[in-house]
């Protein structure tokens, strides 16, 4: 059974910086892209950044120049380093992971993590 474990929320004054990691254990299985998305209250989720398994990253453009995705393939883990972090960044930041098992392709989630950014 595959699982995300996310870690590394929390909260912080505008301006300041948090590091998300989520880790996806188990067996059988390899991970295409990873990627990390934030739901806030009452919005829907959306998309904050996302990394192919070659390194090729995308970002949200409220958070360009702002936060770096990143992985490492031998842990399996996947980063977001947040920087200079505004109010409106206040969410539950979601880990994703895009799995193949075989023949079968399919999408897992993290648990989600708290984000709170104070003005």
């Known amino acids: 059974q595959v699982q995300l474990v996310e870690s590394g929320g929390g909260l912080v004054q505008a301006g300041g910086s948090l590091r998300l990691s989520c880790a996806v254990s188990?067996?059988?299985?390899?991970?295409?892209?990873m990627g990390w998305y934030r739901q806030a209250p009452g919005k829907q989720r959306e998309l904050v950044a996302t990394i192919t398994s070659g390194g090729s990253t995308n970002y949200a453009d409220s958070v360009k120049g702002r936060f770096t995705i990143s992985r490492d393939n031998a842990k399996n883990t996947v980063y977001l380093q947040m920087n200079s972090l505004e109010p409106e960044d206040t969410a539950v930041y979601y880990c994703?992971?895009?799995?193949?098992?075989?023949?079968?392709?399919?999408?897992?989630w993290g648990q989600g993590t708290q984000v709170t950014v104070s003005s």
């Open positions: 994703n992971a895009h799995l193949r098992r075989g023949n079968v392709e399919y999408n897992d």
């Open positions: 188990g067996s059988g299985f390899a991970i295409n892209a």
